[in-house]
C-alpha cells in the first residue's frame, strides 16, 4: 500500500507566476483535500475534492483551485502568486466513509519571492 | 464556525518526565477532535482522535487525550516521554455537520532534552 505523495518537494516563484502542485493519493481513496501551512501557524483548509468535484472549501480567493483526476490523483493551481503563499502545501486523502481519517502527504514547500 | 487554541507554543521537557499539551476549543455544534504529529520535514500524522463514547482515547505510543466538554477541552498527555517524541503537536477539531474540514491550532512544539 503507497502512502501520499506530492511534488515537487520544493519550488520557487516569483511573484505573479503561476504554479501547479500534485498529489497521488493513498491506494483506495477517493477523497482528497489541500491545506496551507504559512511558517510557525497550524493548517488551513482550502479545498476538498470528492469524485473530481470541489466539496468544500475554505476562506481562501478563486485564484486558488484544484483538480481531481479519475484516478483520485489531485492538482493544487495558485494564479497571481503573492509573498504570502509562500507555506508548505499539504495534501491529505481519505475514503470517503473514513473521512476521519486523513492520510497526509509530506507537502510541498513554495517560497515566493 | 471552530476554533482552536493551543495554549503553548513550545514544551521543553526532559526524558522520563510527563507531558501536558493543552488545547482548548469553541463551537455552537458538537465536533469530533484530533491530535495530529508533526516531525521535521515531515508531513501530519494522526496521533489520536475522538468521535464519540469513551472521552479518554489512547494512541498505540503511549499518548492519551481527554474530552471534556463542559471545558470544552482536549488535553494530550503522555507519562514518560522519549526523545523521539520531538515534535509539533497539533489539536483539530471538525463539527459533526461539517467533517471534511479540519481546522488546526498553532501547534505546540514539544523538545525533549536528555
Known amino acids: 500500500e503507497t502512502g501520499v505523495t506530492q511534488s515537487p518537494t520544493h519550488l520557487i516563484k516569483t511573484r505573479g507566476q503561476q504554479v501547479t502542485l500534485r498529489c497521488s493519493s493513498q491506494?483506495?481513496?477517493?477523497?482528497v483535500s489541500w491545506y496551507q501551512q504559512a511558517l510557525g501557524q497550524g493548517p488551513q483548509f482550502i479545498f476538498q475534492?470528492?469524485?473530481?468535484?470541489?466539496?468544500g472549501r475554505g476562506n481562501f480567493p478563486p485564484r486558488f483551485s484544484g483538480l481531481q483526476f479519475p484516478n483520485y490523483s489531485s492538482e493544487l493551481n495558485v494564479n497571481a502568486l503573492e509573498l504570502d503563499d509562500s507555506a508548505l502545501y499539504l495534501c491529505?486523502?481519505?475514503?470517503?466513509?473514513?473521512?476521519?481519517?486523513?492520510?497526509f502527504g509530506p507537502g510541498t514547500r513554495l517560497l515566493v519571492l | 464556525a471552530q476554533s482552536v487554541t493551543q495554549l503553548d507554543s513550545q514544551v521543553p521537557v526532559f526524558e522520563e518526565a510527563p507531558v501536558e499539551l493543552r488545547c482548548n476549543y469553541s463551537?455552537?455544534?458538537?465536533?469530533?477532535l484530533f491530535w495530529y504529529v508533526q516531525y521535521p520535514n515531515q508531513g501530519l500524522q494522526l496521533l489520536l482522535k475522538?468521535?464519540?463514547?469513551?472521552?479518554l482515547v489512547e494512541s498505540i505510543n503511549g499518548f492519551e487525550a481527554e474530552f471534556n466538554k463542559s471545558q470544552t477541552s482536549f488535553h494530550l498527555r503522555k507519562p514518560s516521554v522519549h526523545i523521539s517524541d520531538t515534535a509539533e503537536y497539533f489539536c483539530?477539531?471538525?463539527?459533526?455537520?461539517?467533517?471534511?474540514?479540519?481546522?488546526f491550532g498553532a501547534g505546540t512544539t514539544v523538545t525533549v532534552r536528555a
Open positions: 491529505a486523502s481519505s475514503s470517503r466513509d473514513r473521512w476521519e481519517t486523513q492520510y
Open positions: 491506494s483506495g481513496h477517493n477523497t
Open positions: 475534492y470528492y469524485r473530481e468535484e470541489e466539496n
Open positions: 463551537s455552537s455544534v458538537s465536533v469530533y
Open positions: 475522538y468521535l464519540s463514547g469513551s472521552t
Open positions: 483539530a477539531v471538525s463539527d459533526v455537520s461539517n467533517d471534511y474540514k479540519l481546522s
